[in-house]
T-cell receptor, first 116, second 111 residues
């Protein structure tokens, strides 16, 4: 089956640090990748959608300059949390879909981000 | 507001029993999907059902969709302890649109 690798799985860093999270599709070409944020025992909230080679589409309320998304190839998208603060602490999950209609999303294992 | 709302919020059963989880949504959809999430992990796609389909099976999973009631159910038969996880329904308004996830159901299957 389709595999999505997300790295790192856990990050602890000081306030003000920028953190980069990588999302890779290992065995398929991901034309679209999604970035979600999930708070404990809550649903996934879509942050942005990125298509290879174009700018990401951010959901309302998500700061573009805070959460930088790059989708430079069909197998890699990155999310950079710039100047992270404690309120940015959360579980971030990426997913990817291939070409075609009604494609399910294949998820990475998530990144637990803790800002001290 | 959430497009999908699951119920119950939590379900506790014994191994071997069947688990039924429900999802209701508010607007017309193109398809509805069910995902499973183990604690601290990403989501795993279980099954996709299109708006013109009424029932789909996959192994021990059975999903129904009633577009007139805007609801779906996920049935897991002969549950196992390994089925313990959170289950989410997600709706897609069009073939190419993003997914909107419900709040999820925590299923606990005791040995």
């Amino acid at each position: 089956g389709a595999v999505v690798s997300q790295h790192p799985s856990w990050v602890i860093c000081k306030s003000g640090t920028s953190v980069k999270i990588e999302c890779r599709s290992l065995d398929f070409q991901a034309t679209t990748m999604f970035w979600y944020r999930q708070f404990p025992k809550q649903s996934l909230m879509l942050m942005a959608t990125s298509n290879e080679g174009s700018k990401a589409t951010y959901e309302q309320g998500v700061e573009k300059d805070k959460f930088l998304i790059n989708h430079a190839s069909l197998t890699l998208s990155t999310l950079t949390v710039t100047s992270a603060h404690p309120e940015d602490s959360s579980f971030y999950i990426c997913s990817a879909t291939g070409q075609g209609m009604d494609q399910p999303q294949h998820f990475g294992d998530g990144t637990r981000l803790s800002i001290l | 507001s959430q497009q999908g709302e699951e119920d119950p919020q939590a379900l506790s059963i014994q191994e071997g029993e069947n688990a039924t989880m429900n999802c209701s949504y508010k607007t017309s959809i193109n398809n509805l999907q069910w995902y499973r999430q183990n604690s601290g992990r990403g989501l795993v796609h279980l099954i996709l059902i299109r708006s013109n389909e009424r029932e789909k099976h996959s192994g021990r999973l059975r999903v129904t969709l009633d577009t007139s009631k805007k609801s779906s159910s996920l049935l897991i038969t002969a549950s196992r302890a390994a089925d313990t996880a959170s289950y989410f329904c997600a709706t897609a308004l069009t073939r190419y649109s993003t997914l909107t996830f419900g709040k999820g159901i925590m299923l606990l299957v005791s040995p």
